[in-house]
């Protein structure tokens, strides 16, 4: 006969693991905790706005609070950083962009984390293009102006953007490539300078992003020339893109996308996917984003992190013919 000690031991191990491991297996429902969403860029620009507009949609359908953090610094790389070192955890998220995950890694040396092999890429937020923009008294109305006005008068021609390295940088020497002339960067420190140097005359052009621009286009403070999507912009429906303005080859779109750090549980990744997808269909997060002149995202994981890989190549090879360096 067995004692009453064996017996127990016996039944402990025949019993299913869920039992054996009693409360402390059972699995944790999620989320538990607040959630943590870094935005790798300053307050007040597309991605802060993006972020803030869905943690407020999601309000209370988490269950728990999501906590937005501003963690700027190094074109965005800073924040993708700290997202791509908690590895696993199910309660932090960021807002990915073309320049933290398109640009970044192929253009600084020593970038901390693989742009795929640290995240779990989970759904696009939105796209929107830059736009080529003069002041608004300028004697410019046309990006076939400006490039005639560039090859009559070689380097004499400026566009500021908000940095080396930037995508707006980038599309600014494919349009100078495509049409075989000489624009000469100015890069600065971020937009905000580069349009008050833009609107105090001190170059001649900007080629800025479309939410950081769009005010000063409606209030006629500064006049787009031309989009660099393939179609033109519902916000800016009376300016051509490049592509019409007679660049074929010139055709860019900024990216969001939402992501998270890898190995994080396969179900809470799809519970993303399918809260992300529902907010972007949503007519308040529609509104929000049209606001700016944001297209919400309308691909599902494995198409986001195609299009990470492929924007990764198109870049780098953009940045090796061009010759860029960071900053």
Known sequence: MLSRRR???LAALA?????????????TPWPSKPIRWIVNFPPAGAADILSRTLAEYFGSRLGQPIVVENKPGA????GA???AKARGDAHVVMMSSAASHGIGPVLYKDVPYDPLGDFTHIHPVGTFPS???????????SARQLIDLARSKPGEVTYGSGGNGTMNHLVGQLLARSAGVQLTHIPYRGSAPAMNDLLGGQITALMESLPTAIGYFNAGRMRPLAVSEAERSPSLPDT???REAGFQDVVATNWFGFSAPADIPRDVAL?????IATALQSSQVREAFGKI???????????YTDLIRSELARWKEVIRIGNIRAD
């Open 271 to 275: 519970r993303w996917e399918t809260e």
């Open 7 to 9: 017996f127990a031991v």
């Open 81 to 83: 950083d700290i997202v």
């Open 15 to 27: 019993a299913p693991p869920l039992v054996r491991g009693g409360v402390a297996a059972a699995q």
């Open 131 to 141: 736009v080529l923009a003069v002041n608004g008294g300028s004697t410019i109305t």
């Open 293 to 303: 002149g944001v297209r919400p995202g309308a691909l599902g994981a494995a198409a």
């Open 240 to 242: 051509p893109t490049l």
């Open 75 to 78: 074109g965005g790389l800073l």
